[in-house]
């Protein structure tokens, strides 16, 4: 039995560690800022007009917030 690649391995292993790394600590950036945003209160939160229930979406989808 053959393993055929159907698409080029273009990636090299380093470009595949620093991917991974870029990817961590944006993750762990998102978290620090959801963090942030949770420990507000509702009524600091309502000043900057956000709610609660959107804040996972705001921070880890297309949402901006300052």
Do not use: Y
């Amino acid at each position: 039995m053959a393993f055929t690649l159907t698409e080029p391995h273009t990636e090299s292993f380093l470009e595949g560690a620093f991917a991974s790394l870029r990817d961590f600590f944006t993750t762990d950036s998102k978290l620090s800022q959801l963090d942030a945003l949770m420990s507000l209160s509702d009524a600091e939160l309502d000043k900057r007009g956000l709610k609660r229930k959107d804040l996972g979406q705001l921070v880890f989808g297309t949402g901006t917030w300052s």
